[in-house]
């Protein structure tokens, strides 16, 4: 009886090992500032890594030096690969399915790679070429950042970094500004308080949240209008990564009626026009029954 325990326990573990193994690339989250936020999952797919492709090369060393002291660990990995912005088309060219045969990690400088950082286009290698894998949940500064605002809005869209300037960045700025979606940025010092500018700019009563280095020991938010924050900020100096969270543009009020356009100051045609678009109803038609109501 204990050998047949044995047999099935073995049996079992045999299997899990053979599922685990065909999950050959793991994309790992990793701490935005608290090193207590590294998951388990994380530790272990590190662990178990043969290969691991970085944003960069040095932060990844220092993070497994920082958790093999704080953990008591011993990471066995000594195959270290850049991958990031600059270099990812010409990495991906190189690579062939055989390559994923041993267990690979990804990981970005900090938080969830894909998100406003590098991974997609190799998760989409992936996809193309039927290779296993999985992403690991983690630590995030949009999700913390969402949480944290205090809007009770239940939908939000996330706009990564504005362009440094120009044409994009106006029109990215206005479309945000415009959005009855809950819009979240992220940016960075030195570019804070210009962006609150733009922002009063267009609306100077609106609600923003701001989020200061989230999960680290300076860890600040503020909430107030733009325009406040504006003025409070041209006062100090602006130091760490930030997450903007504003309020969503309202366009609730009160419903248009068809009897509030037959008594706006237009052209009848131009009346005719916009009840025809309301109601569906035929433009010449709705026009005649105004110039006939008129004689």
Request: glycine share 4%.
């Amino acid at each position: 009886m204990l050998m047949l325990l044995v047999e099935l326990r073995s049996s079992k573990l045999n299997t899990l090992s053979k599922h685990n193994k065909n999950i050959v690339l793991i994309l790992v989250p990793t701490p935005i500032g608290n090193l207590e936020d590294i998951s388990k999952r994380a530790i272990t797919a590190l662990l178990e890594a043969e290969l691991i492709f970085c944003e960069d090369t040095r932060v990844t060393k220092k993070l497994l030096q920082l958790l093999s002291q704080r953990e008591n660990l011993q990471f066995k990995c000594t195959d270290f690969k850049s991958f990031h912005s600059h270099n990812e088309k010409k990495i991906l060219k190189t690579l062939t399915p055989e390559d994923f045969e041993k267990n690979i990690v990804y990981v970005s400088d900090a938080g969830m790679p894909c998100v406003s950082d590098p991974g997609a286009s190799l998760v989409q290698y992936c996809i193309e070429n039927n290779i296993q894998y999985d992403v690991l949940p983690g630590a995030n500064a949009v999700l913390t950042a969402f949480a944290m605002s205090g809007f009770e809005q239940t939908e939000f869209t996330f706009f990564g970094f504005l362009a440094h300037k120009g044409k994009e960045r106006k029109e990215k700025l206005n479309q945000l500004m415009q959005s009855s979606i809950l819009p979240i940025l992220y940016e960075s010092p030195h570019r804070l308080l210009k962006t609150l500018e733009e922002i009063q700019n267009i609306d100077q009563n609106r609600t923003i949240f701001l989020a200061k280095e989230i999960t680290k020991l300076h860890q600040k938010t503020y909430k107030d209008t733009s325009l406040n924050l504006f003025e409070f900020f041209k006062k100090e100096n602006i130091r760490g990564e930030w997450v903007i969270v504003i309020e969503p543009i309202n366009f609730r009020g009160q419903n248009l009626e068809l009897t509030d356009i037959e008594n706006l100051d237009l052209a009848p045609k131009v009346k005719a026009k916009l009840i025809a678009k309301m109601t569906g109803k035929n433009v010449k038609e709705i026009y005649e029954s105004f110039t006939q109501n008129k004689d």
